[in-house]
């Protein structure tokens, strides 16, 4: 077997390698592995252990002036278990740490010694490690060639924002970044196009920034939209960046109605670009939404003329029909489109994503959006036509003929289409490109789970009295899903097996939906044949009057579409019969599976979990 080459190939020659290489260009990943096979090599225990010193050192991952772990997951208990933490240092390897922070003279070596110090264990921290955090950081921050480099805007920022966390902590040379941010927004050096995030900073830490700092801004925000909109048809992203300037419009107490009026003209030329979309759903959307922020700017002859668009495009809205692909040409300016989309949301931070899957209603829509669709659209198709439907094995399916399953056919066939057309390419670029930068990952999602859902809570088995989660159960499938994408995504001949992921996913569903129904007091057993007490399947929970009340209208048509519909993708059948093939197991089910985790997942049990389960979701908590 052949020996990976490493720069360096002892303790002092690592260390020399860091002091002339280690810059914000540096490949960490590249850099870890190498000094892990330096570590495995070494024999001497001594050396040994300051090799690992520096291999931990370099795995925490430096955000908002915190160090978090790389790599998080649960062991059988449903702990979490987190990779590097700063229970692997010993107290050897943390005086190390502090020797290699006095004798460096490199910045950024500087500013990763003294930050991970710094939010270390109380018996290692010192405010002297915070402030040479911060001035490390500052000359990073100097080093940057921003005139000549434009792409530097975002690793400026990133340290910038890391280094401005630690200032405002010990209250430290705050006002230094306060001014450099002046100087990027009002100067001409740093890139127009970023300057929009500066601001969006600014306005996250609103008890640094004062009113009297975003003096100016409207007008710069405003410049920023139209040169933005010169360079290209980004009308999402000039909408994004319009929504900054209405927030400080708010935040200055100022008159909001041009920002209203100008975000919703950004919308209009939003649906006026997407008019080749022949089902006219996109469009039609885009219109509703700019009628909203017309009315917000009490602008009567937009909201009437925007109205009139809306209603003649209605009668041709056409869902219930034969596809026929699109050509070439649209195809990429629908690719282009979610594209912007998906950029604009991966600019949010982690846990934004993802509660954006777990509660985004623009994501799944409900059954009375879909029911208008069908009433809205053309006479359909299925009404002159008598269907013969087919299972996954080719076989032919009972078909049902009675008025409310011929409805309910529509509207899963409505359903459909929407799914297989528009969500789940959306959902594939929102992962794909989310693993590919890092904002979505198997930490973020299972920290997600851990802080944030019922699923990462702790039960009592009634009958063992044993306690368990549901996290640990699903934490491998999540884990493999993760885990191969990252190896298929760098391989040059990528290969991804979701088999099992999928297949456990499935059928862990079922006995999450179990637990829930059991949560709010409903029966989970029926008699079944021959009067034998059974568990209720999975379709018959969902239909359950109980369950139906407590979920949203698009949670609970979205469950039954993926895991019990029929007309739908019927995935708990398929699964539980084997009729999947391998070319069955797609990234579609898997990204739609996770989804469902995470919106069953949304309702958080207080105190006892036997007590009933509770929502933040206003649709819910409402009912």
Sequence with gaps: METKTIPFHSLKELQLHLETNYNH?????????????LSDQTTDVEVKRK?????????????????????TSTNYAGDLFEYPSYKEFTDDQLEYIKERLSSSSNDFLINRYSQLLWNGPSKIKHSTQAKLSVDSCLRIIASFDLKNHKDSGWEALKFLKNGLYNAIQIKYKVEDFKSILKNWLFGKIYPHDTKKYVIDLMLEISSVFKDKDFEG??????????????VKKDYFQIKDILLTGLHIARKLKTDTSIWNEYIGDAIVKMAEFRMDDESRMIPLTFYKEAITYYKKAHHNKKVKKTEKVYSDLKSQLKLSRIVIPIDDDSSKKLAEYMDARVKALLRLKPEQIILYLLEGNDIFPSSDLLEKMIKDSSVSFLDFVTT????????????????????????????????R???????????????????????????????????????????????????????????????????????????????????SLTLKFEGVLRDFARLIGLSTTTLGKNDILREKYIEELLQEEEIRNFFDDNDRIFFEYLFTAKDGMNLRNNIAHSFFRFENYTLHYMHLLICAFLRIGKYKMEGNPSNLPHTNHKSVAGK
């Design 25 to 37: 260009t540096t490949k960490r990943t590249e850099l870890s592995r190498d000094i892990y096979l």
């Design 51 to 71: 090799i690992i010193a520096e291999l931990l050192t370099f795995d925490f991952n430096f955000d908002e002036g915190k160090t978090k772990p790389r790599h």
């Design 217 to 230: 801004m409207l007008d710069l925000i405003l410049d920023i939209a139209k040169e933005h909109a010169k």
């Design 388 to 419: 013969v439907k087919f299972d996954i094995n080719n076989n032919i399916s009972n078909s049902e003929t009675s008025n409310s399953n011929v409805e309910k056919e529509k509207l899963f066939s409505t359903y459909n289409i929407y799914i």
């Design 421 to 503: 057309s528009c969500l789940i390419p959306y959902l594939h670029r929102i992962f794909i490109e989310g693993i590919k930068c890092g904002k979505i990952s198997f930490e973020s999602v299972v920290e997600y789970f851990h802080k944030n859902t019922w699923i990462g809570q702790e039960f009592v088995d009634p009958e063992s009295s044993r306690k368990y989660k549901w996290l640990h159960l699903i934490v491998p499938s999540i884990q493999e899903y993760f885990f191969g994408m990252e190896s298929a995504l760098r391989s040059k001949r990528p290969t991804l097996n979701l088999v099992l992921p999928i297949d």
